[in-house]
């Protein structure tokens, strides 16, 4: 697995997000940084005071893929944030020792595919801890179990308030 750090322009944002969730990899961090690399600090007017301006506004995108989809990520942010201008921002690529799902208890690579969430319908009755089996959801020899709510949870999930 591979962490794919982006710095990139605030406002070709939404076009990166809609060109990875067009190829399905949706799952990404997104934080608002500042900071400067090439650029040139400019003179900017505020109350007809003049400042300088050394640390620009940027996004940073997180992204964990899997070792084939790097390429394929790495030139989907390059194609849709190249302004052709300084600033456009870097791109880097660091090696993922391992990855946890907290919800399911996942490891590795499956912790960072999207999962099918599994919800229940209100009209169902079951026994307390019953077990249901996904045979679409096997991995190996193994097939992954979900424990269904309690009856007890499954009246406090569906309660409306007044």
């Given at each position: 697995m591979k962490k794919i750090e982006a710095v990139i322009r605030p406002e070709?944002?939404?076009a990166i997000s809609a060109a990875l969730q067009e190829a399905e990899k949706n799952?990404?961090?997104?934080?608002?940084?500042?900071?400067?690399?090439s650029e040139v600090?400019?003179?900017?007017?505020?109350?007809?005071r003049q400042y300088k301006v050394d640390l620009h506004q940027k996004l940073k995108l997180e992204i964990v893929v899997q070792d084939a989809d790097v390429d394929q990520v790495v030139n989907m942010i390059i194609d849709e944030a190249q302004t052709g201008a300084n600033g456009d921002g870097r791109i880097f690529v660091s090696h993922v020792e391992a990855a946890f799902r907290?919800?399911?208890g996942e490891?590795?690579?499956r912790a960072i595919t999207n999962g099918r969430?599994?919800?229940l319908s209100p009209k169902e009755e079951t026994e307390y801890n019953e077990i249901v089996e996904f045979p679409e959801k096997s991995v190996g020899s193994e097939n992954l179990a979900y424990s269904k709510l309690?009856?007890?949870s499954q009246r406090v999930n569906n309660y409306?308030?007044?």
């Open positions: 070709r944002f939404p799952g990404m961090t997104v934080s608002e940084v500042r900071g400067h690399g600090g400019a003179v900017q007017v505020w109350r007809g907290i919800r399911t490891v590795g690579d969430v599994v919800k309690q009856k007890d409306v308030q007044p």
